[in-house]
């Protein structure tokens, strides 16, 4: 059994791997690592999240089996994983073959060689959901009081190293936007002789009637100059 010094030993483990990765993908996939190897008992990791539509995606996982079980999940609409982006902060299933609160989901999941899953909200009180922790065990029907504590504790400082990564990454994308947006408007000031509030006012009328983004008409007059 282990004690809490060694819980707390990779749990500060994994918070410094996730803190090396610099962009959201690697961040992801970085959870999903440390998580395969710090949660005892689980051998396939992956990573959901919630869209801004509301569709929930696999952003990150250990092999192809996570992506179907994840996919069972989201196209049933029941599961640990569902359960955690909507509703709870963890849900556990040991031996899911007698687990008769998805009637749908745990027939089909059984057919993989699914035999228990837990599954951890990524949480943070001021952002609400970031995404789900969902582990997948086919080698054992248990799933013990260790696990998850490691599960809830690693993915406390998960939430936040997403958190963080999203906030650098819409950062980064920000400054993308300003500076393609900044040459579009410089291009329509040359092209059309107009000052840079006309090319601007301009650019947000054709966003508007063409009903497409702002930095999407930018990038595609940057593109047009490019490549004449």
Same mark, same amino acid.
């Given at each position: 059994m282990n004690s809490r010094s060694d819980i707390g030993q990779a749990i500060a483990a994994a918070a410094r791997s996730i803190s090396h990765s610099q962009s959201l993908d690697q961040t992801l996939q970085a959870i999903v690592q440390v998580a395969r190897e710090s949660v005892p008992g689980f051998e396939q990791v992956g990573i959901s999240t919630l869209t801004k539509d509301g569709k929930v995606e696999t952003r990150a996982a250990s092999g192809d089996?996570?992506?179907?079980?994840?996919? /069972?999940?989201?196209?049933?609409?029941?599961?640990?994983?569902?359960?955690?982006?909507?509703?709870?902060?963890?849900v556990s299933a040991p031996h /899911?073959?007698?687990?008769?609160?998805?009637p749908r989901y745990v027939p089909a999941a059984l057919k993989l060689g699914l035999r228990s899953q837990l599954a951890v909200r990524l949480f943070l009180d001021d952002k609400g959901t970031l995404g789900g922790l969902n582990l997948y065990s086919t080698a054992s029907d248990d799933v013990s009081p260790? =696990?998850?504590?490691v599960a809830e504790l690693f993915a406390a400082h998960a939430a936040i190293a997403l958190g963080n990564a999203r906030e650098v990454q819409? /950062?980064?994308?920000? /400054?993308?936007?300003?500076?393609?947006?900044?040459? =579009?408007?410089?291009?329509l000031m040359e092209r059309y002789e107009m000052n840079e509030e006309r090319a601007f006012a301009f650019l947000v009328r054709a966003s508007s009637h063409a009903n497409i983004k702002l930095r999407d008409i930018a990038?595609?007059?940057?593109?047009?100059?490019?490549?004449?």
């Open positions: 089996l996570v992506h179907q079980l994840d996919k /069972l999940q989201y196209d049933l609409g029941e599961g640990p994983c569902v359960e955690t982006l909507r509703k709870v902060d963890l /899911l073959r007698h687990d008769q609160r998805w260790e =696990a998850e504590a819409n /950062l980064n994308e920000a /400054l993308h936007s300003r500076k393609v947006i900044g040459q =579009a408007v410089g291009i990038q595609e007059l940057v593109d047009q100059r490019n490549a004449e």
